[in-house]
Every structure is written in structure tokens, then in C-alpha cells.
């Protein structure tokens, strides 16, 4: 563990000393806005989205670029580098292809202006502008959402964040963070690293993912168990709406009771009313121990169990509980070739994460809780990380799922919130699903691989991926819409956090009543009435 120099667990089965785990680090996903996260995106791109879903029309509101906007934009912001133009021909599509097609290859927009803002007020100009000239725009951090919420559909201006990217202040007494939107979310956390503190947030993409997307999406993460969700992290922000009024509400303070709370609304409203371009955080002490256990169990019931019996004898130290199927494990054992920290296979596996200021109490804490789990036959095996080098080898286990999924080929992602106890039925249902309709195989005329489960036990947020040889029509008619009718039927959530954006607009009525519908229409309405802002997705 993590601050002690050896770890044992003297049980009937005795844990193991983990001493020769494989080093298989966390993934630090390059910033370079060209880069994409599994190798077969270098070599194939998505179909366009207009072109795949016929249905949706352009809004013939909407204008058409011309010589004359690109024009006013490179005017604007000077530089060069600024503006990548399209219209004129001066940019090729290659290079503006990273803009226009997410990281999952499934979306891709004709986006043919990029710009790239370097202040608030820059941001202001270019959405004035567009709302008097009926312009669609498309905010865009570091593109790595999962629904197609950060990319166009037809032909909108890309507004790109990444060039307002400074760390502007930091309150070492109060932990308050201010960062311009473009910020990347692990730039931040090492910064505070540095200052003693922690970013309450932390994601796989987190070298190339930015706070204001992290925000614009009300991101989730694996700390969301100790540290809560963005909603409640953000202290203030500023955002421009579509006719370029600034939004200032950059507080730094915890409370401020004083009429509504606004800044709620860009939190999740994924760009929709706006573009967030600061953004106040609270930030709480970085640990001064950390400690990880991976284990196996038998079932998804001894699973709940352990979870159970983690948030009563672990309590205050917990910060990550995280699961794990069998089938996923065995994915990212393939396409990594290391090591598997445990020596047997099991049908689930679990990841728990304690974070405290005494690593002997803490330590002592967490080996207790594995004798009493092991001694009641809960956990069946289990392993300790003794060194940071041993931590992040262990995560890469959990980590390493969404990319080992992504080099096998597309992958149908479905991110949900679910009563707990049938947190797993929802991909064995589905599994069983696909299989009857003849579509899962390990010959290449079955389009699915295989499907998975894994996620966050401590918010209930299952993420069920199918995984596939080639996006088929025929997997996502049998997907959709049974995940989201299945979900419904259980009062859960159809995006627990990746969002709405387009992947997911019209299946809103799963989880949200209509009168909640027509309050956030109503919303949009008041504050982008000409619709320019991220057209075409969330409601």
C-alpha cells in the first residue's frame, strides 16, 4: 500500500502480495487535437451523420458560410492560427477533420470554419455576430464526449476552447481554482498536486479533455463517490449566451444565497445555452495516503454485499468502489498481453479506492475489511497495491476497458443510471437479447463481439458497451430503443453522465416527464431564441 512498505492479509485465503503485477498505467490521452484514442480511428472514418440519419433536416433558418463571415472572424482574432478556413479552401479537410468526427468514429459533421477564441470577449464578438447573421455554432473543448453533443451535424462553426487554456487563480487557503474553459482537466490536477490539493474530478481522457466541456456535460468520473458531482463542486462560472451577452457569475464562495442559482443551468446544459468560458471550482485536500484492493467474486450479489460492507467499515476513506465483469477483463487482458493480477478468472471483479491523511490507520482499515469479506466468503481473491507504480497498474485494469473495447472495433455505448440491485441484469438481459437475434459471434458474419459491463457502484452508473466488428443497423434496432424502455420500467436514467447530446435527444422521454421537457424548452427558448447554439441535439 501506498505509504507502508509491506501488506499482508493473514485470512483462510490469503491475499495476494501483488508484487508481481504488471505495470499497465493510467492512459495519458495526448492533447493534440488530432490524436485519437485507439488505432483503428486512424484508418477508417464515420459515415456522416446527416447521411446516416436521413431524418434529421438542416434548419433552413440557418445561413450558409460565405467569404465575407470568414472574413469578419479572421479580422477578429488576428492570428492566423485562430481560424482554420474551410470556405475558401485555405484549410483542407483533413485538417478539419479532427473538429468534425468524435473519438468513437460514429459521428461526423461538415463543419467547414473553425475558431478559435482567445478571451471572453473574442467569444462574445463571434456569437454576436452569428446570432445577427443566423450562423449555427458548435462549442467545442477536447472532443471527447461520448454522445456527439461537441461535434456538428451538417455545416455549424466549430467554436473551439482550446486556445483559452490558462490557470488563472488558486486560493491555497480556501482550495478555490479558477480556469478558463479550454483548461486541461490534468494540467489542472497537477497543478493542484503540487499545492497539496486534488481536482474533484478524474477521468480516463483527463489528458485531453477540458473543465469547460467536463462542465458543459456535468461530467461524472471515478471520485465522484468521495467528492460529489460537479453541480455541487463548481462555485461559479462565466459563460457568453448566443446574442454575446457575458454571463458573469464567477463566484468564488461557497454560499450566496442571493436570488437563483443560474449558473446550474450551463452545468450539463452541454452548450446548448451558451458557452461557459471560466469556471470557479472547489477543491479539496489531495490524501496524503492512497490505498487500492482488486478483487473477485462469484456474483453480482456478493458484489453488492462488498460494497455494502466497504461503505460500513471504510466509511470516510472510500473514494472509489469500482466494478467489473469478467468478460471486460478478459477484453483488456487480450489487447494488452499483461498480466492479470489475479491468478483464478471470476465472473466479477471489483476495484476499491481509499484516500486518507494516515496510511497506517487507513492501511489497517482496508486489511480488515478484506479478512472480514474473505472470512464470510464474499471475496474469493484478492490482491493489494504496495507502491504507487502497483496503484495505477491496478486501475489500468478498469481504466484500460473503454480503449482495449475501442481497438477491437465500434462500440455501442450506453452510460445509465439503475437501481443498484439490478444493476447487472441490465447487460445480461441484453446480452441475451442480441444473441437471440443472431447477431453475436466470434465469426465475422456476426457483427457484435461481445457485451459488457462495468461502472461505478457508488453512484449506480452501469456503462454497457456492445462491442462490434462494424456499426450495423441491425445492433442498434435490437439496442434501440430496449435499453432505454428496459431503464424506463425501472425509474432509472438513460445518461447518468456522458449526457444527451444527439445520440441520445430523442429518447429524453424515457427519463423526464413532459412537463420537464417543456420547461427546458422553454428555457432555450429564453435564452438562445434563434436556436443557434448546438443545434439539433439535447431537446
Known amino acids: 500500500m501506498a505509504g507502508r512498505s509491506t501488506a499482508s492479509v493473514s485470512t483462510r485465503a490469503a491475499v495476494q502480495s501483488a508484487s508481481s503485477l504488471t505495470h499497465f498505467t493510467r492512459r495519458a490521452f495526448t492533447t493534440s487535437p ?53 470556405v475558401s479552401g485555405a484549410t483542407t479537410a483533413d485538417d478539419l477533420e479532427p473538429f468534425n468526427e468524435d473519438w468513437m468514429r460514429k459521428y461526423r459533421g461538415k463543419g467547414k470554419l473553425v475558431l478559435k477564441p482567445g478571451t471572453t470577449e473574442e467569444v462574445s464578438e463571434i456569437l454576436k455576430y452569428c446570432n445577427s447573421n443566423m450562423l449555427a455554432v458548435v462549442p467545442q ?76 456535460t456535468n461530467a461524472g468520473g471515478l471520485r465522484l463517490l468521495r467528492y460529489g458531482s460537479l453541480h455541487g463542486s463548481v462555485l461559479g462560472l462565466e459563460a457568453v449566451l448566443a446574442d454575446g451577452t457575458v454571463v458573469d457569475d464567477l463566484s468564488r464562495l461557497r454560499k450566496n444565497n442571493t436570488g437563483y442559482d443560474l449558473k446550474q443551468l450551463f452545468i450539463g446544459g452541454e452548450g446548448t445555452l451558451g458557452v461557459i468560458t471560466k469556471v470557479s471550482v472547489q477543491c479539496p485536500q489531495r490524501s496524503q495516503a492512497k490505498n487500492v484492493a482488486f478483487f473477485g467474486l462469484e456474483s453480482f450479489e456478493q458484489v453488492q454485499q462488498a460494497f455494502r460492507q466497504a461503505k460500513i467499515q471504510l466509511s470516510e476513506i472510500l473514494s472509489a468502489f469500482e466494478l467489473m465483469d469478467e468478460r471486460s477483463q478478459r477484453i483488456v487482458h487480450d489487447v494488452t498481453k499483461n498480466k492479470r493480477p489475479l491468478e483464478g478468472e471470476y465472473p466479477f471483479y471489483c476495484l476499491i479506492e481509499t484516500s486518507g491523511s494516515n496510511a497506517d490507520h487507513d492501511g489497517e482499515k482496508l486489511q480488515s475489511f478484506l479478512e472480514d469479506v474473505m472470512e464470510q466468503g464474499i471475496v ?39 437501481p443498484l440491485k ?10 441475451a437479447r442480441v444473441e437471440a437475434a443472431g447477431l453475436l459471434g466470434e465469426t465475422d458474419e456476426h ?39 428496459w431503464i424506463a420500467k425501472r425509474q432509472g436514467s438513460i445518461s447518468a453522465e456522458h449526457g444527451l447530446g444527439l445520440a441520445k435527444k430523442k429518447y429524453i422521454g424515457y427519463s423526464r416527464s413532459e412537463t420537464m421537457i417543456g420547461l427546458m424548452k422553454q428555457i432555450k427558448q429564453l435564452y438562445d431564441p434563434n436556436g443557434i447554439m448546438n443545434p439539433y441535439k439535447y431537446i
Request: net charge negative.
Open 34 to 86: 488530432r490524436a485519437r484514442l485507439f488505432a483503428p480511428s486512424l484508418v477508417r472514418h464515420a459515415q456522416f451523420t446527416a447521411d446516416k440519419y436521413p431524418e434529421l433536416k438542416r434548419d433552413r433558418r440557418f445561413n450558409e458560410l460565405t467569404a465575407e463571415h470568414v472574413r469578419y472572424f479572421k479580422e477578429l482574432l488576428g492570428t492566423a492560427s485562430a481560424v482554420l478556413d474551410g
Open 380 to 418: 474469493l481473491d484478492g490482491t493489494l497495491a504496495q507502491d504507487e507504480t502497483q496503484i495505477k497498474a491496478l486501475w489500468g485494469w478498469r481504466e484500460g476497458i473503454t480503449e482495449s473495447l475501442g481497438s477491437l472495433g465500434p462500440v455501442y455505448k450506453y452510460d445509465v443510471s439503475i
Open 447 to 485: 457483427p457484435v463481439r461481445d457485451v459488457v459491463g462495468y461502472g461505478h457502484m457508488g453512484d449506480s452508473n452501469l456503462h454497457l458497451n456492445v462491442s462490434t466488428r462494424r456499426y450495423d443497423e441491425r445492433v442498434e434496432k435490437v439496442l434501440e430503443p430496449f435499453v432505454y424502455e
Open 422 to 431: 439490478e444493476l447487472y441484469q441490465m447487460v445480461e438481459d441484453t446480452r
Open 141 to 216: 473543448g477536447g472532443n471527447t464526449g461520448l454522445v456527439g453533443g461537441s461535434v456538428p451535424v451538417f455545416d455549424e462553426i466549430i467554436l473551439s476552447t482550446s486556445r483559452m487554456n490558462k490557470i488563472l487563480e488558486f486560493d491555497e487557503v480556501s482550495g478555490t481554482l479558477v480556469v478558463e474553459a479550454g483548461c486541461i482537466l490534468e494540467i489542472a490536477d497537477q497543478f493542484l498536486s503540487e499545492k497539496g490539493y486534488i481536482f474533484p474530478l478524474d477521468l480516463g481522457a483527463k489528458g485531453s479533455c477540458q473543465i469547460g466541456g467536463n462542465v458543459s
